[in-house]
């Protein structure tokens, strides 16, 4: 296993904190809205609180992408390709999207984890 393969998960997991703490704490607002709204139906259009589900959502998926590409580094010692392929679809599509945001951190993921892949293909 090589150095690259060991952390690219724990950077995984690491954009869904930044992820989920940013929609706690950048957007309180929009949970207090959801909650006052009764929390069924809570978004009602409301762009504020719409950007603060979908950070958390975003964060939750990175968080699962994160946590078993460790299981399966942890047991094969190998990081699965369609991790580099998750990050890369995603990260892609939001810069084409949203070229000034975050997307750009997880388009580099991607190609880190191909290199990952790429490294671990040559040694053996």
Known sequence: MNGLTRWLPWGIIAISIVHTLYAFTMMPGAWGGIARAGVLNGIEGDADREAALWFFYAGMGFLAIGTLA????????????????YLLGIGGSMVVIEPASGGWAVVVLGLLALEARRRETATG
């Not at 580094?73 to 699965?80: H, K, S």
């Open 70 to 85: 460790l299981k399966h580094v942890r047991a094969t010692g190998g990081l699965p390709r369609q991790v580099a392929f």
